[in-house]
T-cell receptor, first 120, second 115 residues
Framework: KAGVTQTPRYLIKTRGQQVTLSCSPI?????VSWYQQTPGQGLQFLFE???????NKGNFPGRFSGRQFSNSRSEMNVSTLELGDSALYLC???????????????????FGPGTRLTVL | AQSVTQLDSHVSVSEGTPVLLRCNYS??????LFWYVQHPNKGLQLLLK??????LVKGINGFEAEFKKSETSFHLTKPSAHMSDAAEYFC?????????????FGGGTRLMVKP
């Protein structure tokens, strides 16, 4: 079974531009979550999509947005890029049905290798 | 709000010696706690999970963690370190009232293993 794939793996943009990152979940997984990883702030939750609906949202400005398609693939978009947006963006997929953390029903999240975004 | 604090940003051990990575949590409810590992240039991998069953949890690659409610701790241990264990480790919590998959990460502990 193929794992979570993210494209592109590396990206260089300049301030003010916008960027779209893509995530293809494991086949059969309906939940896709996005995380930002930086040396200063660590790993922070961006948002989660389940069956094309945003189920959770982290504390990020409106410049960060996402969506999920009917085949569960997800994209995230960052508009008006700032230098501080330079980060590793990780995508995770899971079966995601119901309350994920309940007892043995935790749906393990499988992470992709990430997209390294550099903003100049 | 539920959170986790990793007490050491860096831990260095010699190959063959025990590993201890410390994590404290803050939560008003019984939390769901996890340890993830991130090897260089690779994605995160789940090591083990605590979801209110047994307090001693065994994970992959010989790691285990013990949930101690009285100490609000969830430390990760391994009896004997291997060179391949060198990586960054994250203690993670899912908020009790969260219906989805929102993981809250600790700051991470970089484990170095000396030959």
């Amino acid at each position: 079974k193929a794992g979570v794939t993210q494209t592109p793996r590396y990206l260089i943009k300049t301030r003010g531009q916008q960027v779209t990152l893509s995530c293809s979940p494991i086949s059969g997984h309906r939940s896709v979550s996005w995380y930002q990883q930086t040396p200063g702030q660590g790993l922070q939750f961006l948002f989660e999509y389940f069956s094309e609906t945003q189920r959770n949202k982290g504390n990020f400005p409106g410049r960060f947005s996402g969506r999920q398609f009917s085949n569960s693939r997800s994209e995230m978009n960052v508009s008006t890029l700032e230098l501080g947006d330079s980060a590793l963006y990780l995508c995770a997929s899971s079966l995601g049905a119901g309350r994920a953390a309940s007892g043995s029903n935790y749906n393990e999240q499988f992470f992709g290798p990430g997209t390294r975004l550099t903003v100049l | 709000a539920q959170s986790v604090t990793q007490l050491d940003s860096h831990v260095s051990v010699s190959e063959g010696t025990p590993v201890l990575l410390r994590c404290n949590y803050s939560s008003s409810y019984s939390p769901s706690l996890f340890w993830y590992v991130q090897h260089p240039n690779k994605g995160l991998q789940l090591l083990l999970k605590y979801t209110s069953a047994a307090t001693l949890v065994k994970g992959i690659n010989g790691f285990e963690a013990e949930f101690k409610k009285s100490e609000t701790s969830f430390h990760l241990t391994k009896p004997s370190a291997h060179m391949s264990d060198a990586a960054e480790y994250f203690c993670v919590v899912i908020p009790f009232n969260n219906a989805g998959n929102m993981l809250t990460f600790g700051g991470g502990t970089r484990l170095m293993v000396k030959p």
